[in-house]
């Protein structure tokens, strides 16, 4: 399996000559769902989820089906009629290959005036990998390998981000959801992270990958 990672929450993921897209938001390349052949997304929030960057990767391969939840899918069901699937907490499915477990159901607090959006998070492959969306969601009973970490949001602190790495406790963590964050900022979270979070911590430029397994 190789993981690339695109700008901010998104990335690709292939195996066996197919290939997923999780997340291609706002803030991704315009390309970033070209060539997938499934694409997962979390929630509604327009980092996460654009409505342009998916139409380009579903007119771009007619055989391309999406997975998300709710809010998301009565946006996109009439435009693609049959293509479009509803998942929720607890729900298992395969998509181009990969075997995907759903689990979450709210975004994290961003502050208390401000309604919760539904969110899931996508765990592949029984724990190769693991996307939580904007929430800090622990799958139980799961032992992750690489956790995709959302490491710089409005609804986060760093302090939170350390200990959500503890409680998952994967083999690695690979910064995702990092857009905002300045480059003069990234050696500090880096040195907090790989000290106190006790495990592999690295983050990808957008447009390098990785091999993973």
């Given amino acids: 399996m190789e993981l690339t990672k695109k700008t901010h929450a998104c990335v690709r993921l292939e195996k066996d000559g197919r290939t997923l897209v999780i997340d291609p938001g706002v803030f991704s390349e315009e390309d970033a769902a ?26 771009a391969n007619p055989g391309a089906e999406i997975w998300t939840l709710a809010s998301v899918a009565e946006q996109l ?73 959302p490491v710089h949001a409005p609804w986060n602190k760093v302090a939170e981000v350390i200990d959500y790495v503890r409680a998952v406790a994967p083999r690695r963590a690979i910064d995702i959801h990092d857009s905002l964050l300045q480059d003069h900022a990234r050696p500090i979270y880096d040195s907090m992270i790989d000290k106190l979070g006790g495990t592999d911590h690295g983050r990808l430029t957008p447009g390098s990958g990785t091999a993973l397994g």
């Fill in 34 to 59: 070209v060539g997938a052949d499934a694409i997962l997304i979390t929630h509604e929030h327009l980092d996460h989820f654009h409505e342009g960057r998916l139409r380009a990767g579903m007119e």
């Fill in 77 to 149: 069901s009439a435009a693609f009629p049959g293509r479009v699937h509803t998942v929720g907490e607890g729900d298992t499915f395969t998509a181009a290959g990969f075997d995907v477990e759903v689990h979450g159901q709210l975004h994290a607090v961003i502050h208390p005036d401000i309604p919760r959006v539904t969110n899931v998070g996508f765990l592949l492959d029984g724990g190769a990998v693991f996307h939580p969306g904007d929430a800090l969601t622990v799958p139980e009973d799961r032992r992750i390998d690489t956790l995709l970490l």
